[in-house]
Nanobody, 123 residues
Framework: VQLQAFGGGLVQAGGSLRLSCAAS????????MGWFRQAPGKERESVAT????????YYADSVEGRFTSSRDNAKNTLYLQMNNLKPEDTAVYYC?????????????????WGQGTLVTVSS
């Protein structure tokens, strides 16, 4: 499967963005999906995960209550709604797919990765 993330940009603190991740192929609905981010000089970290059916989600403590992950399996698309953005949210955001269907927060468990989209939050 090929993943393409888009929707990043420059936003002021307190603003919102919605990231999308378009997936190719007919097996998207069987994959667990994750959003990760990597800031300059830092390791890639999990932001949110969502089960194959969308019924189970996980959020990092740093984004809980501000970010919402969802998916539309009919459209082969994953979303990340980001509200009340903070300068520390600045990073390249990646979407990833896990063939196992198990949503985890560990990058090593994901098989496919999108190219990343840059989110910059100004103070």
């Amino acid at each position: 499967v090929q993943l393409q993330a888009f929707g990043g940009g420059l936003v002021q603190a307190g603003g919102s963005l919605r990231l999308s991740c378009a997936a190719s192929g007919r097996t998207f609905s069987t994959y667990a999906m994750g959003w990760f981010r990597q800031a300059p000089g830092k390791e890639r970290e999990s932001v949110a995960t969502i089960s194959w059916g969308g019924g189970s989600t996980y959020y990092a403590d740093s984004v809980e209550g501000r970010f919402t992950s969802s998916r539309d399996n009919a459209k082969n698309t994953l979303y990340l709604q980001m509200n009340n953005l903070k300068p520390e949210d600045t990073a390249v955001y990646y979407c990833a797919a896990s063939r196992s269907g198990i949503a985890t927060r560990y990058p090593r468990n994901y098989d496919y990765w999108g190219q990343g989209t840059l989110v910059t939050v100004s103070s």
